[in-house]
């Protein structure tokens, strides 16, 4: 099979506007787990209190008890926090130099934006924005070992909620939990951005499962965009775009912008 990155590359080195849509398959190459959005640390057994992970950081277990989903959570947070951007996160951030480049992402590891790029809807939000459920207070925080209900170790301390220091209410990272709906905010820029047109768009580690992750690439493909889909599997726009890369991220988004560089 003929390798399909130099007529990709030549396509880009006419393009002008480029999204990028990312998934958990792209934080992979990071050392972080693919579980499905959020990060592989459960598969598709149940958590140690004996639930699925997805009702475990539902909405509805947050609001009635709010402990048990605070501590997934933490766990989560700890496996963003041992892992850094990644060569395919810093090619996207590169680009920036060359196209005008936006990052629509369903990952909630913040690495977009750790390995430099400006413009970034993270669609499920970001597991170090935190904010409080009854007032304005918000914060970001680079640990949650910096929390204090959190970093207690004491069997007997109780409620390991984090609190609002200006109201006492529980806080909360600002991600989307299961059940819940998603930032309008987020989702009028996204509408904005598609409505204006791309150049050319790539689906990377996502299997698209969600309307709003796998439409951009639809919509872009009827325009007569470039479409480009680098997984190494499957997805649900693998049919629908114009040259799928059965291959890891990093490397292949490398290899491309190494093509580009050189022309």
Partial sequence: MNDPLPIIADRLSRSRRLLFITGAGLS???????????????????????????????????????????????????????AGFNR????????????????LTQNVDGLHRAAGSTEVINIHGDVHELRCV???????????DDLPALASTDPTAGDQVPRCPDCGAVIRPDVVLFGEMLDPDRIGRLQREVTRGFDAIFSVGTTSVFPYIAAPVLDGRRRGALTVEINPGPTEVSRAVEHKIAAGAAATLDALWALLKAA
């Fill in 88 to 103: 395919g996160h810093a090619v996207i951030a590169e680009m920036e130099s060359r196209f005008d480049v936006l990052v």
């Fill in 134 to 144: 009854a007032c304005p207070w918000r914060a970001t925080a680079k640990s949650y």
């Fill in 28 to 82: 992979a190459d990071s050392g972080l787990p693919t579980y499905r959005g959020i990060g592989g640390l459960y598969d598709d057994q149940k958590t140690e209190d004996g639930l699925p992970i997805e009702v475990a950081l539902s909405g509805q277990v947050f609001r009635s008890r709010p402990a048990l989903t605070w501590k997934y959570l933490a766990q989560i947070e700890r496996a963003c926090r041992g």
